[in-house]
């Protein structure tokens, strides 16, 4: 996995050290987390809090640990001691009830904001129109937003969508974008991609509950 990373990264002119591979742990069961703290990988991508929650804190020496799926208002607070990195800053609401929290604890994890650049209506993200305004309002509250993040929508091909999250980031100066799965992840390098997130490709199929 590492050796495709980095030679989409040189086919694209780039180093191999500006892309981080995200494991993608949702729904793993530990043997295979373990096997692959084992191998190295030290960043790991989950989708809930309640799943981080019980899996990783006696596993958090070294390892940086990012939340990529959807985060409620209500589970905030214990987001931001769980995670080094949320990805999915969406809505204003979230925006808000993260600055008070953020200045509550004295600590802020780094921020990315999803673009729904396909703007599908069951997705959670910022509509791309409406994203400029987003991450300035973020910037006001003094939200700690480093990048973007997007999922494409999965019967499309995805160079669009990628090209289109480089482009706003670029416009508002964030370099950082969270793009490209176990499908399309060498794509997303090609468009620019800082880390890509993998599950499936690298652990293989999720075992059944």
């Known amino acids: 996995m590492l050796d495709r990373i980095a030679a989409a990264a040189r086919e694209a002119g780039r180093d191999p050290g500006d892309v981080t591979l995200v494991a993608v742990s949702k729904q793993q069961p530990d043997e295979r987390i373990e096997a692959m703290l084992a191998a190295g990988q030290r960043v790991f991508g989950e989708n809930r809090v ?3 929650r019980v899996r990783w804190p006696p596993r958090r020496a070294g390892v940086e640990l990012r939340l990529i799926g959807p985060l409620q208002t209500n589970k905030a607070r214990e987001a931001l001691a769980l ?3 949320i990805e999915t800053l969406d809505r204003e609401s979230l925006a ?3 600055a008070d929290e953020i200045q509550r604890a004295g600590a ?3 921020l990315m904001v999803q673009v729904n650049t396909g703007e599908e209506p069951q997705k959670a993200g ?3 129109p409406q994203a400029d305004a987003f991450i300035a309002a973020c910037r006001a509250r003094d939200l700690p937003v480093e990048g973007l993040m997007c999922i494409p929508p999965e019967l499309e091909p995805p160079e669009r969508h990628f090209t289109l999250l ?3 980031a670029g ?3 964030l370099a950082k974008l969270s793009m490209g799965m176990s499908a399309d992840y060498e794509v997303a390098i090609r468009c620019g991609a800082t880390s890509v997130r993998v599950g499936s490709a690298l652990f ?3 075992v059944p509950r």
């Open 171 to 173: 416009r508002n100066g």
């Open 50 to 52: 309640q799943e981080a």
């Open 204 to 206: 293989g199929g999720r």
């Open 166 to 168: 480089a482009k706003i």
């Open 83 to 85: 995670f080094d990195v």
């Open 126 to 128: 910022v509509r791309p």
């Open 96 to 98: 808000r009830t993260l």
């Open 108 to 110: 802020a994890p780094r």
